[in-house]
């Protein structure tokens, strides 16, 4: 399966690109094409656990299956600003 | 009206879009950018499309949460200087309490689920040359 992958913000400069391509089997997880990345860009790993994952435009955990052609955005927390 | 724009934000428009003759009360936020030292601007980056789905879905959710009539939300893209405007939410409602939370609730989920994101211009001079 074909799967473009989005990065945003700090993360597309972490990374050096605003998209990828990325094959992958069928049926695997979101949670597993974000391993491979992590160990790709390792620069990435410290953020697993504030990052926010997108399929195809909503936000996803990452036990979603991926289908083939699915967009996947990798996103730094939503800028803040205080209250 | 829902929006994201590098061009200023005109705001008389944006109250403009909600105004109703049935509407007591509307309220209108501007989030604009503040000169905390070193600051001269914030570049804003947008996922565009997902931004836009996500500010649907949350005008759609205030007017069922709060029953107010109408809400809008605009929020610039790119460079914008200190003093600029960088978001406006505009609220209509037939009581003004409804209008102010809704307005408030609103910004609150902008910030938590719409995917914008903002950099220190000073520290991003490349980008904002795009």
């Excluded at chain 1, 936000?59 to 730094?76: K, N, Q, S, Y």
């Excluded at chain 2, 944006?14 to 509407?23: F, G, T």
Aim: aromatic share 6%; proline share 5%; with cysteine.
């Amino acid at each position: 399966m074909r799967i473009r992958v989005k990065l945003f913000a700090t993360y597309r400069e972490l990374v050096g690109a605003r998209d990828l391509l990325r094959s992958v089997p069928d049926g695997v997880r979101l949670a597993d094409l974000l391993d491979g990345l992590l160990r790709e860009y390792p620069r990435l790993a410290g953020h697993r656990d504030t990052m926010l994952l997108a399929v195809n435009r909503e936000f996803v955990e990452p036990t979603e299956r991926l289908r083939d052609g699915d967009e996947v955005a990798i996103m730094p927390p939503v800028s803040g600003g205080r209250p | 009206m829902i929006g994201i724009q590098r061009r200023r934000i005109d705001i008389e428009a944006v109250v403009a879009s909600v105004r109703r003759d049935d509407a007591g009360a509307v309220v209108l936020f501007l989030g604009t950018v503040r000169a905390d030292p070193g600051i001269r601007a914030l570049d804003y980056e947008v996922y565009r499309p997902m931004a836009l789905t996500k500010m649907k879905e949350l005008a759609g959710r205030a007017r069922t949460k709060f029953g107010i009539l109408d809400l809008s939300i605009v929020h610039r893209l790119g460079r914008v200087p200190v003093g600029g405007d960088s978001v406006a939410i505009a609220c209509a409602a037939a009581h003004r309490r409804e209008a102010f939370e809704a307005a408030a609730w609103a910004m609150d989920e902008v910030k938590r689920i719409v995917p914008i994101w903002k950099a220190e211009a000073a520290q991003t001079k490349r980008r904002g040359r795009r």
